[in-house]
Structure formats: C-alpha cells, structure tokens
C-alpha cells in the first residue's frame, strides 16, 4: 500500500503507459508458465525414452530400439527416428541427419521464449516514456498554474517514477526468465547432442561388429 491505495491506484497513477506494461507483464507470466511445464515435460519425455531405448538395445538390438522410436513422441524419439531411418547412408550422411533433428528439437524448445527477450528489452522503454510523459505534464501544471510548488508538480513527477518502476520491474523479471530458460535449453540441447552420438557410435560399432547389418533396421525408413 502506498498512500493508502493499492496496486491498482499505482497503475492508475502510472498513467497511460501503464497499458501496454500490463499486458507485456500478462504475456510473460503466460510464456513462463507455458514455457517451465513444456520443458520440463519434454525432458521426463525425452529422458523415459532414453531409458526405454537402452533396454531396447540390450534385449534385442537395433530391431527392438526401431520398435520403440515407432511409438514415442517425444524430442529425443525423433532424432532417433532420422538417424535409425537411413538404414543405407554412411556415417557423415547420418551425423548430418542427427544434427539436423537436434536444430529442430531446439527451435521447439525456443518457442515462444523470445517474447521475454523483445518484452525485457522493450519494457523499460515503455517505462522511460511514462518518465517523459509525466514530467511533461508536470511542467504543463506548473505553467497552467503560475507556481511551482510540489504540490503543482507531484501528480506529474509521480506518473513518472510509478512508469519508471514498472517498466524496470516487468523488464527485469523478463530478461531474467529469457536467460534462465535459454541456459536450460542449452543444457536440453546439449544431452540430445550427446545420446544422439552415443546412438551414432553404437550403430557404428554393431555394424563393424557384424552384430547388426543396415539392412537389418531399414524398417525405420517406414515411420
């Protein structure tokens, strides 16, 4: 409480600016909520089909992780799919294809997260307008009174520091989630990159070995 009003006497106070901050402040808390459920569902996903792949391999090799992949949606299931898919190509050619389903898991993960960077940069932008614009309509009360004391002055130099305040607030907190959750899909990418080349070494190893021909999988190219 301030001056015995509330939060919505300060955004009233703001002036007009307040507006286009309240609804930057709405989008975030709506990108954050969506953003923390999606990426912490992707990776229980993404982390169960891991599991279920390494079984897979241990029970009955490349045919049994094939079957797996056919019935998982999850980020990691789709590299999986591309790389298992090209049942005759060579190592580069598959290196190439896993590279380009990580690009594309992380486009997926990225969605949606640069509006808190666009909100955080342009928020205390907003705010600094409500500053000019309050103090213009200080000195507006000043010369249509004739005077300048506070009490001519205190409605407008309020309107700014009120928008100033909000738009630090809304862009803080912004920027803040923008790179926590940038940090966390940068660690979501790099485990994809890393069980995307584990699954590239196997497949080069069991077809050294003899263990497991290309052919022996080439109905991955069907998902």
Not at 26 to 44: D, G, P
Request: net charge neutral.
């Amino acid at each position: 409480m301030i001056g015995g009003g509330g939060v919505f006497d300060l955004v009233r106070q703001g002036g007009i600016v307040m507006a286009p901050l309240a609804l930057c402040s709405i989008v975030s808390v709506a990108v954050i909520a969506e953003r923390l459920w999606s990426l912490s569902s992707a990776a229980r996903r993404s982390e169960r089909f891991h599991r279920a792949a390494l079984e897979a391999w241990q029970e009955g090799g490349v045919p049994e992780v094939v079957a797996v992949t056919r019935r998982d949606d999850s980020l990691l299931g789709s590299v999986y799919r591309g790389v298992l898919s090209l049942a005759d190509s060579d190592d580069d050619t598959r290196l190439h294809v896993a590279g380009r389903q990580v690009a594309s898991a992380t486009r997926t993960l990225k969605r949606y997260v640069w509006l808190l960077g666009t909100i955080g940069s342009l928020a205390p932008f907003i705010g600094l307008l409500g500053t000019v614009v309050g103090i213009i309509r200080a000195f507006e009360n000043m010369a249509a009174t004739g005077s300048g004391g506070f009490a001519v002055v205190a409605a407008g130099i309020s309107e700014a520091l009120i928008a100033t305040a909000a738009g630090l607030l809304v862009g803080v907190l912004a920027i803040f989630a923008y790179n926590a959750f940038m940090v966390r899909i940068g660690n979501e990418t790099a485990d994809l990159r890393e069980r995307a080349d584990d699954l590239l070494l196997r497949l080069r190893t069991s077809e050294r070995a003899g263990a497991a021909a290309p052919r022996s999988y080439g109905s991955a190219a069907s998902l």
